[in-house]
């Protein structure tokens, strides 16, 4: 064995992260053993924190601290329209451009069966029945152009097929800046008011 077993755990661990193969994962972890034990502390207490602190909202999958996240506790935000997005990073974007008063719903993914990520994994159910309570009038996709988001995008609408709401896409999948995580507040608030409706009538 080249390391010891709590250093080869170490590597496994962090190759488990997007984006990191095994080498990056070994450069990681040595240069947390070898020189910066500090590091290594801070970010283990940090992540022990966030997984105890943090968790999914109960109504729209929001990462939050609280037992309802800020957007599903503010009575003042506009319960008729829910905006789905793939992730809390695009979420967080859509908030901080400020040019969206209703509520969310967030997947924490797109529709993989590959990757074994299908409608349960995405909280699709509870989407159905949060759009069900009543309030809802119109459900707004925010997704990109993977193909994965646009079977995800057929899968959702189908679920609203005979329901009688609205469903909406948000032309994020034809910005030139590509990803929504890396659009900036006025693309995202010029995408917002550029909304289109999404027909029944050819399925
Ligand atoms: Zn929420």
Redesign the pocket.
């Known amino acids: 064995m080249a390391f010891t077993p709590a250093t080869e755990k170490l590597i496994q661990a962090l190759q488990a992260l997007p984006g990191v193969g095994v080498r990056s994962a070994q450069r990681m972890a040595l240069q947390l053993l070898e020189r910066e034990p500090e590091t290594g502390q801070r970010l283990s207490s940090a992540l022990s924190d966030a997984l105890t602190l943090v968790h999914k909202?109960?109504?729209?999958?929001?990462l939050?601290e609280d037992d309802?996240?800020?957007?599903?506790?503010n009575p003042d935000r506009d319960a008729s329209v829910i905006c789905v997005v793939a992730s809390d990073v695009d979420r967080a974007g859509i908030e901080m451009s400020a040019a969206f008063q209703g509520?969310?719903f967030v997947l924490h993914g797109v529709l993989s069966p590959i990757d074994g990520i299908g409608p349960e994994t995405l909280g699709l159910v509870e989407l159905v029945e949060l759009a069900r309570s009543g309030e809802v009038s119109e459900i707004m996709l925010a997704l990109d152009d993977r193909l994965e988001s646009e079977a995800t995008v057929h899968f959702i609408k189908e679920q609203f097929k005979e329901s009688g709401l609205t469903v909406t896409r948000v032309p994020f999948h034809q910005m030139k800046s590509g990803a929504l995580d890396q659009a900036d507040s006025r693309v995202i608030e010029q995408a917002l008011t550029q909304k289109q409706t999404l027909g029944f009538e050819h399925d």
Do not use: D, I, K, M
Not at 57 to 62: A, G, I, Y
Not at 68 to 73: D, I, K
């Open positions: 909202c109960p109504q729209c999958r929001t939050t309802l996240c800020g957007v599903c506790a509520r969310y």
